[in-house]
């Protein structure tokens, strides 16, 4: 499977993004799709994971209650919606897929086989 992330940008502290993974070459259900971010001089780290199939979904602690996974399969897309952003949210943020953890997803980005690009989001005022 092949993934392109998209839909970073500018936006102000407390504003809303969302990010969108293109999928292509397989069906985007076949995997557990992650979402993780990347911050200058800082380790790369999961945000949120969806589970193959879309049942389950996980979320880090800095992105409960603000950030939202989800899958539309007619269109092989998954999505992240991103509201209440903060400044310490600024990252490039990348999708990737596995297809090994069944019904749950991973935290480590090590698990993961298939990245896309990464898109840049800036929060700042």
């Known amino acids: 499977v092949q993934l392109q992330a998209s839909g970073g940008g500018l936006v102000q502290p407390g504003g809303s993004l969302r990010l969108s993974c293109a999928a292509s070459?397989?069906?985007?259900?076949?995997?557990?799709i992650g979402w993780f971010r990347q911050a200058p001089g800082k380790e790369r780290e999961w945000v949120v994971c969806?589970?193959?199939?879309?049942?389950?979904?996980y979320s880090s602690d800095p992105a409960k209650g603000r950030f939202t996974i989800s899958r539309d399969s007619l269109k092989n897309m998954v999505y992240l919606q991103m509201s209440d952003l903060k400044a310490e949210d600024t990252a490039i943020y990348y999708c990737?897929?596995?297809?090994?953890?069944?019904?749950?997803?991973?935290?480590?980005?090590?698990?993961?086989?298939?990245w896309g690009q990464g898109t840049l989001v800036t929060v700042s005022s």
């Open positions: 990737a897929a596995e297809s090994s953890s069944g019904t749950g997803c991973y935290a480590s980005p090590k698990r993961y086989n298939y």
């Open positions: 070459g397989s069906f985007v259900d076949a995997y557990a």
């Open positions: 969806v589970s193959a199939g879309g049942d389950s979904t």
